[in-house]
Structures are given as C-alpha cells and as structure tokens.
C-alpha cells in the first residue's frame, strides 16, 4: 500500500503545483472533453479559479496520499484491521464518489482514470488484507 500511497501523492502535487503552471496541456484532454474548448480560451479570471481548484485538489490528494502511507507503515509493524479496513473504505468510497460525478460530467477519460488507479491499488489492499488477518492468526 506504501506504492498506493505514493502514487496519491504524486498525483496530488501534479494537480496542485505542475499541471496547472507547469505543464496544463497535460488535463487539456479532460478540460476539452466537458467543455469543448481549450485552456487558451478562458479569461484570467477562470484560469485563476482553476488553479485554485487544482491546489484544493492537490492539496486534499496529496494529504490523503502521505496518511495512506503513514497508516500502511504502521500495518506493516503491527497488523491492526481497523487500518486496512480505513484505507480501503476511503479508496472504494473516493472511486465510487469520483466516477459517480465523472459520469455525470460525462468524463470518460476521467473513469478510465479512476478505474486504472483502482486496479493498481487493488492488488496492494487485498495483499496487504491477507497479511492482516495472517498476522492475527499468528499472534493468537
């Protein structure tokens, strides 16, 4: 789940600081999806705003990312279920919410997305699931 982690991490510091001001053609294809147009288009205003959002975003991924980590660091010492069980419910419950308002949008690029993350974090959560309840079988 450490490889989860970092991926959400990653993830939140290129919305936060390198899509918006380093490289926005990179969400060009998810921005032209919804609204037909090109960042080139929007005032400053909306650019602003935008980048705004991106560091909310940001800022929220990259934190979630870094307490991922610090949860799956310490399931790996101690293998207590209510961790696995906070990780897992929070990455379901982010994809579900996610793609639900993707496919409202009507993104399909961003459920492609969604659905590639979730199946790279998969086989971590249900590794690291069975290392849970081994480690409680030992212990008793």
Request: hydrophobic share 55%.
């Amino acid at each position: 789940m450490m490889f989860l982690s970092v991926v959400v991490m990653i993830t939140g510091l290129c919305f936060a600081i390198i899509f918006p001001y380093f490289m926005p053609q990179a969400i060009e294809p998810f921005f032209t999806e919804i609204t037909g147009g090109a960042f080139a288009d929007l005032t400053q205003a909306e650019v602003t705003f935008h980048n705004l959002l991106s560091a909310v975003i940001g800022g929220t991924l990259f934190g979630w990312g870094l307490m991922i980590g610090l949860m799956s660091y310490r399931l790996m010492k101690v293998p207590e279920d209510w961790i696995w069980s906070v990780i897992t419910i929070s990455v379901l419950a982010w994809y579900v919410l996610d793609t639900l308002g993707s496919l409202l949008a009507s993104s399909s690029l961003n459920i492609l997305l969604n659905t590639t993350i979730l199946i790279l974090a998969l086989p971590p959560i249900i590794a690291n699931r069975k290392a849970v309840v081994n480690g409680f079988r030992d212990l008793s």
